[in-house]
C-alpha cells in the first residue's frame, strides 16, 4: 500500500520520539489506547497501551491498515504515519479533528444548518469508501462535529471486504449522527409531550436535524419572554 512506516527498534527509542514531538495535551482515551496533540506539529498521536510490553492488548498487522495514502477523503482522518515495533502498530499520526462542539456548549449554540451541509459531506466520503469497499468501524464512538465538520477518527479497524457496504456504513453513520444530537438534546433540553412526539419517527437527518433547529428556536422564544 506503500504506507509510510517509521520503524523503532524498542520502546526506548520510541520514548526519545514521544519527548521530540511534546505529546503534552491529552485529547481522549479509548479501550485501545489514548490520544495527545503534538505542541511542534500539531498533529494528534493515537498511542496503543503496553506498547513496551512484547505481547499488546491491541494488536493491528500494518500491511492491512488504510493510510490517507490510500483514500483521499475530507471528514475521515485517516493514519498519514504508522509507527511500529518489530513490525507491530503501537502508534500512528492524524490530523486533529479538535473536539466535539457539544462538550463545551449548548445546542442552543450551534449552527444547526451548519451540521446539516456537514452531514452530506461525510456522506460524500462514505460512498468514497464503500466505492473501494471499505467497511468502516465503531464510528458511533468516533465521529465528532466540531462546530464546522463532521470528522471520522480512529479508523485503524476499516478494513477491505468483497462487496460494496454502502448501505451498512451509511446506516453507522445516520446511527452516530443521531446519537450526537439526542445526547446533546438530552443535555440541554427539557422536552414537553410534544416534543417527544416529534421526535419520536427515525427520519433521515435532514429532517431530524430541521425539527431540532425549529425546538430549538420555539424553547429560545419561550425562554426570552
Do not use: Q, W
Request: charged letters at 35%; aromatic letters at 12%; hydrophobic letters at 35%.
Amino acid at each position: 500500500m506503500g504506507n509510510n512506516i517509521i520503524r523503532f527498534n524498542d520502546s526506548i527509542e520510541f520514548d526519545e520520539f514521544r519527548k521530540e514531538k511534546n505529546l503534552g495535551i491529552r485529547l481522549g482515551a479509548g479501550t485501545e489506547g489514548e490520544c495527545f496533540l503534538s505542541g511542534s506539529d500539531g498533529f494528534a498521536y493515537k498511542i496503543f497501551y503496553n506498547y513496551h510490553e512484547k505481547f499488546m492488548r491491541t494488536m493491528y498487522y500494518v500491511d492491512e491498515v488504510i493510510t490517507a495514502k490510500d483514500i483521499e477523503l475530507k471528514n475521515f482522518f485517516l493514519p498519514e504515519e504508522l509507527y511500529t515495533i518489530k513490525n507491530r502498530l503501537i502508534a500512528y499520526k492524524n490530523k486533529n479533528a479538535g473536539f466535539n462542539i457539544f462538550d463545551s456548549r449548548s445546542i442552543y449554540e450551534v449552527d444547526l444548518d451548519r451540521m446539516v451541509r456537514s452531514y452530506y459531506d461525510i456522506l460524500g466520503d462514505v460512498e468514497k469508501l464503500s466505492g473501494e469497499n471499505i467497511k468502516i468501524y465503531d464510528l458511533m464512538r468516533n465521529l465528532i462535529f466540531n462546530g464546522k465538520d463532521f470528522i471520522g477518527i480512529d479508523t485503524c479497524s476499516y478494513t477491505r471486504v468483497g462487496d460494496n457496504p454502502f448501505k451498512y456504513n451509511k446506516f453507522c453513520l445516520e446511527m452516530a449522527v443521531k446519537d450526537i444530537i439526542y445526547s446533546s438534546i438530552d443535555k440541554d433540553i427539557v422536552l414537553d409531550h410534544d416534543d417527544i412526539l416529534e421526535l419520536k419517527d427515525n427520519e433521515d437527518i435532514e429532517v431530524l436535524v430541521k425539527k431540532v433547529s425549529k425546538m430549538v428556536k420555539r424553547k429560545k422564544k419561550k425562554m426570552n419572554c
